[in-house]
């Protein structure tokens, strides 16, 4: 089992940022590919962003490219995700997530989630 607690949300004006960090415990977390999701009211769960398992490899969602950074720190059991320039349509619940693989790819299985932290846009 992998425990998941997401933290940093808030309220922040367009163009602002955030950090957004993730503390797993349980399971080996140097040995799982992570991500982020996000939700938006009255919409569908939707992927951010990932990282394998030695933070070798980073993948983003087309919207959150060049703003979004993902990053893990092994030693510490976290994954963090910087968000910068932020807008508006970035209003959502931010999910932690982990996978049982070493590698991430668009049909990876998400295993473990946390219970989410909500980030709010204001324009």
């Known amino acids: 089992q992998v425990q998941l607690v997401e933290s940093g949300g808030g309220l922040v004006q367009a163009g602002g940022s955030l950090r957004l960090s993730c503390a797993a415990s349980?399971?080996?977390?140097?040995?799982?590919?992570m991500g982020w999701f996000r939700q938006a009211p009255g919409k569908e769960r939707e992927f951010v962003a990932a990282?394998?398992?030695?933070?070798?490899?980073?993948y983003y969602t087309d919207s959150v490219k060049g703003r979004f950074t993902i990053s893990r720190d092994n030693a510490k059991n976290t994954v963090d995700l910087q968000m910068n320039s932020l807008k508006s349509e970035d209003t959502a619940v931010y999910y932690c997530?982990?996978?049982?693989?070493?590698?991430?790819?668009?049909?990876?299985?998400?295993?473990?989630w946390g219970q989410g932290t909500q980030v709010t846009v204001s324009s």
């Open positions: 349980g399971r080996t977390f140097s040995g799982s590919a």
């Open positions: 990282i394998t398992w030695n933070g070798g490899n980073t």
């Open positions: 997530a982990a996978t049982k693989a070493y590698y991430y790819s668009p049909n990876t299985r998400w295993d473990y």
